[in-house]
């Protein structure tokens, strides 16, 4: 692949990240922002001494999460189309569709749902802010693991297809990958800091909603890049006013 190809795809990823930050922006707004502010409602009801904000609640939920959401889908989306450039053709025999919508799916078990399942994501007046550091480590820690592991897996699977097949090659590859995980889970350390009388369903809508943000924007990333990829790669005939398909110039 030429560096102009690997140029236009970053571009086209960059864009289809931006119009999956909007969806998920929506998805945000829609789902997660009520959830914040019973939350919010919840801290300050039970603290014995209110804080002046230093910006305000509108302001947070309008352009402060519009800015974060649509910058984090820029960047994921031209980092994810430099690793669609190393992974076409080397994953197996899928079209850029296909390869896209893989990627992204496997970039959203890797990068958010490995270390969310250990970490979940906790709503405001939920965890003890002397404690930040050590939980943002944490959590990253589990990301980079999830990423490593992803890799190891697809490189495990082409290992091993010549000698047990692409199925069974997959199904090994997919349980060595569980298994690595589940003893992260079990030899990391755990954060549990949930006040006693935090609402469990409360809780339980706030991690929900902020799964389905990322399954919105890596999803709707999937579709739309996959889609821009596959006419950038396989563009289709231009066709004469005869209707008759017009050989590509080369």
Same mark, same amino acid.
């Given at each position: ?7 236009? @795809? ?26 914040? +502010? ?5 801290? +300050? ?13 509108? %302001? ?9 959401? %649509? ?8 980092? &994810? ?9 080397? =994953? ?7 390869? *896209?919508?893989?990627?992204?799916? /496997?970039?959203? @078990?890797? =990068? ?17 802010? +002397? /404690? ?12 980079? %693991? ?6 190891? /897996? ?16 997959? !199904? !090994? ?6 298994? !690595? ?20 369903? %409360? ?8 799964? *389905?943000?990322?399954? =919105? ?5 999937? @579709? *739309? ?23 590509? &110039?080369?």
């Amino acid at each position: 692949m030429n560096s102009a190809t690997v140029r236009n @795809l970053l571009v086209r990823g960059m864009l289809a990240g931006l119009a999956a930050g909007v969806l998920a922006l929506i998805a945000a707004y829609f789902l997660g922002e009520p959830s914040v +502010d019973k939350a919010i409602g919840f801290e +300050d009801a039970h603290a014995h001494e209110h804080e002046m904000e230093v910006v305000s609640r509108s %302001l947070q939920s309008t352009a402060g999460l519009a800015t974060g959401v %649509l910058v984090y889908g820029v960047a994921f989306g031209g980092i &994810a189309a430099l690793a669609f450039c190393f992974a076409l053709g080397r =994953v197996g025999r899928f079209g850029p569709r296909a390869t *896209a919508l893989l990627l992204s799916g /496997t970039a959203l @078990l890797a =990068v958010y749902v490995v270390p969310f399942l250990k970490y979940p994501a906790n709503p405001p007046s939920v965890g003890d802010p +002397d /404690t930040i550091g050590k939980r943002t480590t944490l959590y990253f820690l589990m990301m980079l %693991l999830g990423v490593l592991l992803a890799v190891a /897996t697809t490189l495990l699977g082409k290992r091993l297809a010549p000698g047990l097949g692409n199925w069974w090659a997959t !199904v !090994v590859a997919v349980a060595a990958f569980a298994v !690595v995980t589940g003893l992260a889970y079990r030899f990391l350390p755990a954060v549990n800091e949930v006040p006693r009388d935090f609402p469990a369903t %409360l809780l339980w809508r706030f991690r929900l909603s902020a799964l *389905a943000i990322q399954t =919105v924007l890596w999803g709707g990333f999937g @579709l *739309a890049f996959g889609e821009l990829a596959e006419r950038l790669l396989n563009p289709a005939p231009a066709k004469a006013a005869t209707g008759r398909a017009v050989p590509a &110039a080369h």
